[in-house]
């Protein structure tokens, strides 16, 4: 009876480990996600994570830098919000390359987020990204697009190229993140997991010892 308690508990750590970190969801700046080409905007230009999720922003060919906006201004940074910094990436480097420069945001709150690339003439012409937007009424991700579009040309800029740390984020129910997000959250979970089986291995080396 003892050493299915023990074995239970073990059991329940190592189980448990494999949730402590939340997924992480790719999102190509710079990249059209009608085609999956490099072009305008973000791919996925909306995603519906979790709290404790992770944004990993992949930065394509040319200069980028993605900013936090609002959606009464879109195209003007928010005060106090993130800045990714420019990132500057070689003309002709295939799409989502490895190596190219990541930038990332944590998601922790439920509340709606809007972004938009401040390379020049990239907000007006709808290179714009929400996160958790509302389904119907005020502040959709379709409104924010047009409100984008709607902006004066001259509006959309990087503003400051010093990157700042994630704002407080927001998170509902989730979409599935992509196979990449996955990927990489199965890893932190694997990295866990390994702490996890030290420590139930240290449990099971005591359970034989006092057995013996």
Known sequence: MFTRGIISAAAFVLASSTLVHGAVYTVGVGKDETTGKLGLGFDPSSIR???????????????HVVIQT???????????????????VAAGTPVDSAGSPTTTFAITSTDPLYFYDGAPNQCHLGGVFTVNPPISGDGTAAQFLEKAKSTPEQASTSASPTP???????????????????????????????????????????????LL
């Open 164 to 210: 700042t740390s994630s704002a407080p984020a927001a998170a509902t129910s989730s979409a599935a993140p992509s196979a990449s997000a996955s990927a990489n959250s199965a890893v932190g979970s694997f990295a866990t997991g390994s702490g996890a089986a030290l420590a139930v291995a240290g449990i099971f080396g005591a359970l034989f010892s006092s």
């Open 49 to 63: 994570p979790a709290a404790g999720d992770t944004i990993e922003f992949l930065f394509n060919a040319g200069d």
């Open 70 to 88: 609002t959606f009464a201004n879109p195209c003007s940074p928010m005060d106090g919000g993130y800045n990714s910094g420019v990132q500057s």
